[in-house]
């Protein structure tokens, strides 16, 4: 009776604490198949939901994941701050107000609902003092049997952990650019936080002072240009593929975009004064159809065909 009069241009909320109603939807979309559009089904449970989901609706479905805001989303006057406090939309409508209390309440949610939920994971601590291990590495090559030695787990227990939180989009992994494929899969990828916010909550950033001249100022800002292009390319849906290259003798790119056939090469500075040497790797690795540009806080510097030297804020406004 509820499906008969709810059963056309309807939004159901946490979806996953009525798994009954999964099998409801399925037939009511069975019997129309032809009309698109009829129910949005939202679920915070990440892990409860994507499960119900494939059991019930594989091939009856459109599946969105809704990230933090994006560079854009994000009021002007609010951008600055958001680097280090990030970019949930609930503490953007705060303006950042609470912000400390509301991350202790999320993380605390997330490690007791979502995570326990899980049989995978076995001590909470532990998993806790993983994520914060995790935060204090942003931005640098994710070595596992590191992580495991330092926390005390093994190392398929980091691999679990790692696709945990992939899963619930806290983390994302860059892997590594190679020509050949298979050397992709292989070799080790870098580490990023979706929310730069979090990561700050974890390692004790609390004021732009203790950002901008704290051990994690590069890193920080480096995962926060990352992870604003890689939303902005998500929910665009523009199919570009994200790596980051590195040479056994230290030359580095930090973001390469493959369009396949463009590719984009991007090198990413904290320093406001441009200095040649900045590019030297995107000028060196390059070829003649790639685009190379230097993003950085200062001002942008006369173009060439071969390197565009913009302010962060230019390249991430663009849509």
Known sequence: GFMETYADKVIFDEVQRVPELFSYVK?????????????????????????????????????LALLPFQYAEVP??????????????????????GAFDWYTSYLDTYLTRDVRALREIGDIRDFRRFVQMLAARVSQVLNMSDVARDIGISMPT???WISVLEASYIVFLLPPY????????????KLYFFDTGLVSYLTGVRTSELFEHGPLYGPLF??????????KELHVRSGA?????????GMEIDLILDRKPEREFIEIKTSKT??????????????????????????????????????????????
């Not at 593929?241 to 003798?249: K, M, P, V």
């Open 158 to 160: 980091v691999k679990k």
């Open 222 to 231: 480096e995962n926060y240009v990352i992870s604003e292009i890689y939303k």
């Open 27 to 63: 037939l009511c979309v069975n019997n129309d198949r032809k009309k698109y559009g009829k129910f949005v089904m939202i679920g915070s449970s990440q892990f409860a939901f994507m499960k119900r989901v494939s059991e019930s609706l594989a091939g009856r479905i459109g599946l």
């Open 274 to 319: 441009y200095r040649l040497e900045m590019a030297r790797s995107l000028l060196q690795l390059k070829e003649d159809k790639d685009q190379a540009f230097l993003l950085y806080r200062g001002r942008p510097v006369e173009s060439t065909p071969d390197l565009k030297v913009i302010n962060y804020k230019s390249y991430l406004e663009v849509e």
């Open 241 to 249: 593929e994200l790596f980051y290259y590195r040479t056994s003798n």
């Open 76 to 97: 002007a006057r609010l951008r600055d701050g958001s680097m280090y406090q990030g970019s949930y939309p609930e503490l953007v409508d705060r303006k950042y107000r």
């Open 178 to 189: 190679y020509r050949n494929l298979g050397k992709r899969i292989v070799k080790s990828p």
